[in-house]
């Protein structure tokens, strides 16, 4: 199946309003479009006569070593669309040698995650995705069970201070998990009984300062998720990031907000090669992939799709979805005589309303 039919597959799967929470964004969903708009922008001007048989797509990130280049880009609640939830999710990610970022929204607790992804591959790449939380404590005890269950990064989301205005969400009346659905990872912590959607708890005074004291708390590599600008890059340089996440959280949070492939040159310059780059938002094709690679991303995140894979066949569905994304990003690279992901460069991108 196409990721299109995948889509289509998953909506015809899924209740309405689980699809609507997935498929939405914030507000009038500006930068949920944008996101796809952008991409339609680019184009690639490949380069001739200099390729190889087979090409070496793997990329070394800070808690991952040789990993696809498409990740499995955080998402909350599998659970809510498919019964194997965040398990299948795992299987499939480590099966195809990709990312899977788990974290405080997962409807399975981080130790059978990383369970289950162990079950695919020897050394899977699990990461836990944390949110800054007002108080220390919870941090910490988050912190530890990430580090217990055996994931190598964690990252925190700094693009969240409220949770986004989600307008099909609000008219749906969604904020409540179904029964046998929660944040399974928040059990037992301070504050923190789960259940609702908003029992993430965001906090809206959260500072740089914050940050840095989460990554004191860790020998793990942290990443930082949702930076645009690219001053914020360079302070998450300085305040310890192991490596940034330029994403718009999907266009679900600021709906003024630019789309994400579009900030992304700036903030690679800004990061100047101190640490790794990640894209997130508007993946779509393996074209997509090798644009954001060319423009200086290590590697990008998907979040959608790998839904609709999950709520139309569970792991055999991730696994497809990621399956057509590297395929296709392979099939590109060799198209761009590329022998290497490194062999793309910003030269080879062309942006412009000319490009389609
Ligand atoms: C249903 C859903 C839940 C998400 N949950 C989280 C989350 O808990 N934390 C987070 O940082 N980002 C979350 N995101 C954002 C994704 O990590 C990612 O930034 C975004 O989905 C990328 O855009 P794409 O869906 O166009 O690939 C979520 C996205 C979706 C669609
Ligand atoms: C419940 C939220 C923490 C999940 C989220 O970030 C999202 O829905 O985009």
């Known amino acids: 199946m196409t990721l299109g039919e995948l889509h289509d597959a998953a909506r015809a799967a899924l209740d309405p309003v689980h699809y609507d929470y997935v498929a939405g964004g914030a507000g009038e969903e500006r930068a949920l479009a944008a996101n796809g708009r952008a991409f339609d922008r680019y184009a690639l001007l490949p380069r001739v006569l200099r390729g190889a048989a087979r090409r070496d797509t793997a990329v070394d990130l800070p808690g991952a070593r040789r990993a696809a280049p498409v990740m499995v880009a955080p998402t909350a609640f599998h659970r809510l669309l498919h019964p194997d ?19 405080v929204a997962a409807t399975t607790a981080v130790p059978a995650v990383v ?11 699990v990461w836990f995705l944390l949110y800054p939380h007002p108080r220390r404590e919870v941090t910490e005890a988050l912190v530890r069970r990430a580090e217990e269950a055996g994931c190598s990064a964690l990252v925190v989301t700094a693009d969240s201070p409220r949770f986004g205005r989600r307008t099909r969400d609000l008219r749906n009346g969604f904020d409540d998990l179904p029964p046998g659905c929660a944040a399974e990872n928040m059990r037992d912590l301070p504050g923190a009984p789960p259940g609702a959607l908003t029992d993430i708890p965001m906090h ?15 020998s793990l590599p942290v990443w930082i998720k949702g930076v645009l600008h690219p ?13 940034v996440i330029v994403s718009n959280h999907g266009g679900r949070q600021c709906d003024t907000a ?9 903030v690679v310059d800004a990061v100047a090669g101190a640490v790794p780059v990640v894209l997130d938002g508007g993946v779509r094709r393996g074209g997509d992939v090798a644009v954001a690679l060319a423009l200086g991303a290590a590697a990008v995140g998907v979040g959608r799709p790998v839904l609709w894979g999950l709520a139309a066949k569970g792991a055999a569905g991730v696994r497809e979805v990621l399956r ?11 198209l761009c005589g590329g022998r290497r992901n490194a062999d793309l460069s910003a030269d080879m991108v062309v942006r ?3 490009a389609w």
């Open 115 to 125: 369970a289950a992804a162990r079950e695919a591959a020897p050394d899977p790449a």
């Open 258 to 266: 630019a789309a994400s492939v579009d900030c992304l040159p700036a």
């Open 324 to 334: 057509t994304l590297l395929d296709e990003y392979d099939h590109t690279l060799a």
């Open 204 to 218: 809206p005074a959260a500072s740089w300062r914050d940050f840095a004291e989460t990554v004191g708390m860790t």
């Open 352 to 354: 412009g309303d000319a």
């Open 85 to 103: 939830g965040e398990r299948a999710t795992a299987r499939a990610a480590a099966a195809e040698g990709a990312v899977l970022v788990t974290g």
């Open 231 to 243: 001053a914020d890059a360079r302070l998450a340089v300085e305040h310890g990031a192991a490596g």
